[in-house]
């Protein structure tokens, strides 16, 4: 069974970095596709960024493009995502999922993470 622990979310003021940790436990991930969403109130979630466990490839929405950076950690089980230069509209709460390569949806998802941007 696949769980996805969030952590790392605050409240910050704009410009401001943040570092989200998403702890991943159950069977080998290097098959997986690892994303970061996003969802604000009152609006759909709003895909961020993925990263491939295996071949560390990655993709940004352009919301994020030159902020953020994916990045995965094989030894801790553990995807990252840094968000620098912070600003209010990425306020939401972030969710971590995960996908199976032999699959085309995200399977699993953690519980989220508040981020919270002020001006």
């Known amino acids: 069974q696949v769980q996805l622990v969030e952590s790392g979310g605050g409240l910050v003021q704009a410009g401001a970095s943040l570092r989200l940790s998403c702890a991943a436990s159950g069977p080998t991930f290097s098959n997986y596709r690892m994303g970061w969403f996003r969802q604000a109130p009152g609006k759909e979630r709003q895909f961020v960024a993925h990263i491939w466990w295996s071949s560390g490839g990655t993709f940004y929405a352009d919301s994020v493009k030159g902020r953020f950076t994916i990045s995965r950690d094989n030894v801790k089980n553990t995807v990252y995502l840094q968000m620098n230069s912070l600003k209010p509209e990425d306020t939401a709460v972030y969710y971590c999922?995960?996908?199976?390569?032999?699959?085309?949806?995200?399977?699993?998802w953690g519980q989220g993470t508040q981020v919270t941007v002020s001006s």
């Open positions: 999922a995960a996908q199976r390569a032999t699959t085309t949806r995200y399977e699993y």
